[in-house]
């Protein structure tokens, strides 16, 4: 397991909160306008707040033409399965299951890096993988009658977990040479293009001026997802290994379904007490430095000196 700066556990802290409080507002703003629209204003709207901190960090926009191609599969599945898939299943679900199934991310993950990316994880970090499950399972636990009504929602959001599991692991193993922020920014312009031509396909005979609790649920979404969150996900899952990239943001569904519940008044019961601690043993196995075994290794390393 590897140690994680201070700086790394800032931009998680920060990211956890200003993605699991989302859910709820996400939830308010697509209940009273069209989701497609919701999504794709937010985006066109955080654009430009993201080109100033290229320009600001004197970041270049530049893409060579031979990288496109593999910038495109990076977007497929880190953003465009995501934002499309999620915005459309939060409809039929509660913004806290939503959170829920989305953040089976995850499990998704540890899996597909041990099996598909030859990834060898410690036993502590399959407890990690089994005490996250574990809290999902148990979040559901009174969704699952109510989420048999809502299938096409429930697939939407699995599906649209497991492609960002594996654009995560995609990311990870990136060879483009370019920094984060642009690789962030073209994916976003993107996504933002497939979005605007679905949005106008299926719901432009919809279109009207957001009303002004909508508009404040859109500029949270383009400055806080899109100009920040978005940006600092991709730069942990590029920087910190998978494990601790994915297991670490556990807490994002948990703050989803607290907050859904004290904003949105939906219903909570004891399962959702004991999947708060599964979760958090998930985020200790991943964050919790190993010390035993750095000690063991600087022992073994002296002794083979002597």
Not at 69 to 86: D, E, I, K, Q, R
């Amino acid at each position: 397991m590897h140690a994680i700066s201070r700086q790394h556990l800032v931009l998680l802290t920060v990211l956890t909160l200003v993605w699991g409080i989302n859910w709820p507002i996400m939830k308010m703003g697509i209940m009273a306008y069209q989701p497609l629209t919701f999504r794709v204003l937010s985006m066109w709207i955080g654009l430009p707040v993201l080109a100033l901190l290229l320009v600001w960090r004197r970041v270049p926009f530049r893409v060579a033409r031979e990288h496109w191609g593999a910038l495109a599969v990076l977007t497929v599945f880190n953003m465009l399965f995501w934002h499309t898939l999620a915005v459309l299943a939060i409809q039929s679900l509660s913004s806290g299951r939503a959170a829920i199934l989305g953040y089976t991310m995850p499990v998704f993950s540890a899996i597909l890096g041990a099996f598909w990316f030859g990834q060898r994880l410690p036993s502590r970090a399959w407890g990690g993988v089994a005490a996250a499950a574990l809290g999902v399972v148990l979040l559901l636990w009174h969704e699952f009658v109510r989420l048999s009504g809502a299938p096409q929602g429930v697939a939407m959001m699995l599906v649209a977990a497991a492609g960002w599991a594996v654009g995560t692991q995609m990311m990870r193993r990136t060879t483009l040479p370019y920094q984060t922020l642009a690789l962030s920014f073209w994916m976003t312009v993107l996504t933002a293009t497939w979005m605007t031509l679905l949005a106008w396909v299926f719901e432009s005979d919809g279109w009207s001026m957001p009303s002004p609790m909508v508009w404040s649920s859109i500029l949270y979404n383009a400055i806080g997802v899109f100009a920040f969150a978005q940006v600092a996900w991709l730069v942990l899952a590029r920087d910190l290994p998978p494990i601790a990239s994915t297991l670490s943001v556990m807490m994002i569904p948990v703050l989803g379904v607290f907050s859904g519940a004290w904003w949105l008044g939906e219903v909570l019961h004891w399962q959702d007490l004991a999947a708060v601690l599964l979760i958090m043993v998930a985020i200790a196995s991943v964050l919790w430095p190993a010390r035993a075994t750095q000690s063991a290794s600087a022992q073994d390393g002296s002794a083979s000196d002597a």
